[in-house]
């Protein structure tokens, strides 16, 4: 019986390197982005994510390594002859083109007819939801039109890739937080394979269906949004993905994976699991809501209980929270305030129980790196 072949990764990074100088920018990174799926790389500026984009986009080459699509090295392949198209932070529209002029810039320049031509923008204008929009000027369109009309002349070219370079980050806050939605469904509808490049943790988690955290040019964790959430493999990762309490501090005890920790604060806490023996020099990550407010149980019960007193309460509607001080330490805490129930006439000075569960502190000994 033969074997049906094995659908290559739409793109494949192995092992690449590139130096500038003395300067190591992307140290031995390897992943694969599977058909039609959403990939972003997410990293603080500087981490090396843009360069790595565009090796991949033929714009500089790696010192070492080696990049496939399709399973096809592309290495020799120059840039206007790679199967991918980018996306560009300032979208680079042509502002003295009309809408349809500047999609089908890229079929002109391949030499395609006036009719071949206009029947494809057509299809991919109503793809994004703009039909009849072909004859306005770049001017007339609002962020969110023209974002979409940036990724249709890229999608009109029917690239195996397309690579996005932070496209949302000249926009207004609300237009932004709308595009992540508009960004997902759109690459749902083309079911083209997305590597989205953003330093904003809530861009990948919301878009994507795998995330590679970068840091110092080195991927530290590929994984779901939820699984880098959750179950961060790195302190960077804790620390860089989400919000967290942090803290550092001692090891005290052990008692089979776990033990107790002393903050520098003052604070003793229950921990589920410990990388390090008694002594050991840890930092501890503490999601805000993780915190319970209110006397939710005793300390012996598995969670970690204390008294403490509201400094200041922040106002975010759904993302308000606390800042409070444990009793008897300098340790803070940053607890999520829920919008409903007892805690909505809380104010500063008022004090509370607060407590986690042991298995909610995640203790690194290498945070931070």
């Not at 349809?100 to 002109?108: D, Q, S, T, V």
């Not at 997902?184 to 990948?204: M, N, P, R, W």
């Amino acid at each position: 019986m033969t074997e049906s072949p094995v659908t290559p990764p739409d793109l494949e990074c192995r092992d690449i390197v590139r130096d500038f100088g003395d300067t190591r920018a992307v140290d031995h990174v390897s992943f694969d982005v599977p058909p039609g799926s959403f990939f972003s790389i997410l990293g603080p500026s500087g981490c090396g994510k843009t360069t790595l984009m565009r090796m991949i986009a033929g714009f500089q080459p790696p010192s070492a390594g080696d990049i496939l699509i399709k399973g096809r090295s592309v290495l020799d392949v120059p840039p206007n002859r790679r199967p991918v198209n980018m996306v560009f932070q300032h979208l680079a529209l042509f502002p003295m083109m009309s809408v349809a002029e500047n999609i089908g810039y890229g079929l002109r320049r391949q030499g395609l007819g006036r009719s071949e031509r206009d029947e494809k923008i057509t299809a991919v204008l109503d793809r994004i939801g703009l039909p009849g929009t072909g004859d306005r000027r770049i001017d007339q369109l609002s962020g969110g039109q023209k974002q979409r009309i940036a990724i249709a002349r890229c999608m009109v070219m029917e690239p195996d890739v397309l690579l996005l370079d932070e496209p949302l980050g000249a926009l207004d806050l609300k237009l932004r937080e709308h595009m992540k939605v508009e960004l997902k469904a759109l690459q749902a509808a083309f079911d083209t394979t997305f590597v989205y490049i953003t330093h904003d943790q809530g861009e990948a988690l919301v878009m994507s269906d795998r995330i590679a955290v970068m840091n110092a040019g080195r991927f530290e964790q590929i994984g779901t949004g939820p699984e880098l959430y959750h179950a961060p493999a790195t302190g960077f990762v804790a620390g860089f993905v989400g919000d967290s309490n942090r803290w550092t501090a001692t090891v005290e005890t052990r008692a089979g994976d776990g033990g107790t920790i002393r903050t520098a604060e003052g604070l003793t806490c229950s921990v589920a699991s410990l990388p390090d023996a008694p002594g050991g020099q840890v930092t501890a990550f503490l999601r805000p809501e993780s915190i319970s407010l209110g006397d939710t149980g005793a300390s012996g019960d598995g969670r970690n209980r204390f008294d403490a007193t509201v400094d200041t309460v922040y106002f975010n509607g759904a993302n308000s929270h606390l800042r409070l001080t444990v009793d008897g330490t300098a340790a803070q805490l940053d607890a999520a305030l829920p919008q409903t129930g007892a805690f909505q006439s809380v104010r500063a000075g008022d004090r509370i129980a607060v407590s986690w569960g042991a298995d909610k502190l995640v203790c690194f000994p290498d945070a931070g790196n």
